[in-house]
């Protein structure tokens, strides 16, 4: 696409729209970069774009004679795409892309891409660090935290692209077609964004909607949304199971993860060997396994990747272990699904840390999955007395709230006895609280760490 001449407006000053925003600059576009936030700062948004990249800042609001210079408008994932705003401008004709669909047709190589409601990080970096082993250049972007449209300034036609793709990202898509797709799993997630689970699953689903025939969409075949999806689809299909043999796939057989090929079964290696706890992290062993099998790796490349992978920072993240009392930070646990998993790896009597900002959610399975092992709940955050609620309704009331997490931290620890764990697992945003789950799991590890 020729950039010359085209006004874009980059809706968001975050890493994805002034990665946009860089991305154009270098295209020769115009920018107007906009954020509705009249007090975000002008100056501190142009300082974060190359020395002499021209671009306007809009706050606030964006006037008609503003509109009507426009040829493209590019959404940051975190701008909902039924803002009143929003509607006005797709209204006008102007196409509505997110950032996604701007690097991908800029960028050069292949993508691989991974969604999926819970594990998406995991499976992303370990796919990653396994394309690193055995290929020249390779980029791990998108929800993971690094701007896409960033890494596409730097791509040669070698570049094999690794992207973590968000429900958020995939609803502004419009060509995005991966040579492999995987999509872990889907279970309620956002619904105060997509409004229904019907359209959750719709955007999804869009990761393999512009892939072609010689393409491949790799699915868990444990989840009953996927398996309906997959016999729907023109696309190569690889399957990947955590309980049962598959007849071509990735799967696990008591303790060995297995691949069921054309010419054969071949051990990938045992899950005696990995670094990675809970079945849900099989799970994603096996989907990255699964995607690198699709695009050519054989077994023998990755498997030292999978011996050596460590967990990702912020999902069952082992902190330290203080007078018998062993800390683990899930603060990626942002939904009851994901902290499900997080329960389930736990193996001492546990005390929980959960809580936070209201997406919408319903607490109840959540609550059954503590199967025993939990001997304290610690709720903080907007959502505290919802599952406090939901608890009691299970019959739980080991119940304790507490104003901050440096106080539930405290309770946690005044509470816990040797041969205990305590986990921050919150099954919430950490919005309202905290910036993002990062910066959650960072002050509980510091809170942990500051222990006597």
Same mark, same amino acid.
Request: charged share 25%; with cysteine.
């Given at each position: 696409?020729?950039?010359?001449?085209?006004?874009?407006?980059?809706?968001?000053?975050?890493?994805?729209?002034?990665?946009?925003?860089?991305?154009?600059?270098?295209?020769?576009?115009?920018?107007?970069?906009?954020?509705?936030n009249t007090a975000a700062d002008t100056k501190e948004v142009l300082a974060k774009l190359p020395q002499g990249g021209k671009a306007k800042v809009l706050l606030?609001?964006?006037?008609?004679?503003?509109?009507?210079?426009?040829?493209?408008?590019?959404?940051?994932?975190?701008?909902?795409?039924?803002?009143?705003?929003?509607?006005?401008?797709?209204?006008?004709?102007?196409?509505?892309?997110?950032?996604?669909?701007?690097?991908?047709?800029?960028?050069?190589?292949?993508?691989?891409?991974?969604?999926?409601?819970?594990?998406?990080?995991?499976?992303?970096?370990?796919?990653?660090?396994?394309?690193?082993?055995?290929?020249?250049?390779?980029?791990?972007?998108? /929800?993971?935290? =690094?701007?896409?449209?960033?890494?596409?300034?730097?791509?040669?036609?070698?570049?094999?692209?690794?992207?973590?793709?968000?429900? =958020?990202?995939?609803?502004?898509?419009?060509?995005?077609?991966?040579?492999?797709?995987?999509?872990?799993?889907?279970?309620?997630?956002?619904?105060?964004?997509?409004?229904?689970?019907?359209?959750?699953?719709?955007?999804?689903?869009?990761?393999?909607?512009?892939?072609?025939?010689?393409?491949?969409?790799?699915?868990?075949?444990?989840d009953e949304i996927l398996r309906d999806f997959g016999g729907k689809l023109s696309v190569k299909v690889l399957w990947f199971s955590s309980r049962h043999v598959l007849a071509r796939?990735?799967?696990?057989?008591?303790?060995?993860?297995?691949?069921?090929?054309?010419?054969?079964?071949?051990?990938?290696?045992?899950?005696?060997?990995?670094?990675?706890?809970?079945?849900?992290?099989?799970? /994603?062993?096996?989907?990255?396994?699964?995607?690198?099998?699709?695009?050519?790796?054989?077994?023998?490349?990755?498997?030292?990747?999978?011996?050596?992978?460590?967990?990702?920072?912020?999902?069952?993240?082992?902190?330290?272990?203080?007078?018998?009392?062993?800390?683990?930070?899930?603060?990626?646990?942002?939904?009851?699904?994901?902290?499900?998993?997080?329960?389930?790896?736990?193996?001492?009597?546990?005390?929980?840390?959960?809580?936070?900002?209201?997406?919408?959610?319903?607490?109840?399975?959540?609550?059954?999955? =503590?199967?025993?092992?939990?001997?304290?709940?610690?709720?903080?955050?907007?959502?505290?007395?919802?599952?406090?609620?939901?608890?009691?309704?299970?019959? =739980?009331?080991?119940?304790?709230?507490?104003?901050?997490?440096?106080?539930?931290?405290?309770?946690?620890?005044?509470?816990?006895?040797?041969?205990?764990?305590?986990?921050?697992?919150?099954?919430?945003?950490?919005?309202?609280?905290?910036?993002?789950?990062?910066?959650?799991?960072?002050?509980?590890?510091?809170?942990?760490?500051?222990?006597?």
């Amino acid at each position: 696409m020729e950039w010359t001449g085209e006004t874009v407006l980059v809706f968001g000053t975050g890493i994805s729209g002034i990665g946009a925003a860089r991305l154009l600059l270098g295209l020769h576009a115009e920018v107007v970069l906009f954020d509705e936030n009249t007090a975000a700062d002008t100056k501190e948004v142009l300082a974060k774009l190359p020395q002499g990249g021209k671009a306007k800042v809009l706050l606030g609001e964006i006037s008609d004679e503003e509109a009507e210079r426009l040829t493209l408008v590019v959404l940051s994932p975190g701008v909902p795409c039924d803002l009143p705003l929003v509607n006005r401008l797709r209204e006008k004709g102007l196409p509505i892309w997110g950032e996604v669909e701007l690097a991908f047709r800029c960028g050069k190589g292949d993508v691989l891409a991974v969604t999926g409601t819970n594990g998406k990080t995991t499976t992303t970096s370990l796919l990653g660090e396994i394309m690193k082993h055995v290929r020249e250049e390779v980029h791990v972007v998108g /929800n993971i935290g =690094f701007s896409y449209t960033e890494a596409v300034q730097h791509m040669t036609e070698k570049a094999v692209t690794v992207a973590e793709i968000s429900s =958020f990202q995939l609803e502004t898509t419009e060509k995005f077609a991966p040579k492999v797709s995987a999509i872990l799993n889907i279970t309620p997630d956002h619904l105060n964004r997509h409004h229904t689970m019907e359209e959750y699953i719709r955007v999804k689903e869009l990761i393999a909607a512009h892939q072609g025939p010689e393409d491949t969409c790799v699915l868990n075949y444990e989840d009953e949304i996927l398996r309906d999806f997959g016999g729907k689809l023109s696309v190569k299909v690889l399957w990947f199971s955590s309980r049962h043999v598959l007849a071509r796939g990735v799967y696990l057989e008591g303790d060995m993860i297995r691949y069921a090929s054309e010419t054969g079964i071949t051990d990938i290696c045992s899950v005696k060997e990995v670094n990675l706890l809970g079945v849900h992290n099989y799970e /994603n062993i096996m989907a990255a396994a699964a995607a690198a099998l699709a695009y050519g790796v054989t077994v023998e490349e990755m498997r030292p990747v999978l011996r050596a992978f460590q967990a990702v920072e912020h999902r069952i993240e082992y902190v330290t272990e203080k007078h018998g009392v062993v800390y683990y930070n899930d603060s990626k646990g942002t939904n009851p699904d994901a902290a499900i998993k997080g329960i389930q790896a736990m193996e001492r009597p546990t005390l929980l840390i959960g809580g936070g900002y209201d997406k919408n959610s319903s607490y109840e399975e959540w609550i059954r999955a =503590f199967d025993g092992k939990v001997k304290y709940l610690v709720l903080i955050g907007q959502t505290r007395e919802k599952i406090a609620e939901a608890a009691r309704s299970c019959g =739980f009331y080991n119940i304790l709230f507490a104003e901050s997490l440096e106080e539930a931290v405290a309770i946690c620890a005044s509470r816990a006895e040797e041969g205990d764990a305590v986990l921050l697992s919150p099954a919430c945003a950490s919005w309202g609280m905290f910036p993002n789950y990062e910066v959650r799991g960072r002050q509980f590890k510091e809170l942990v760490h500051r222990l006597p």
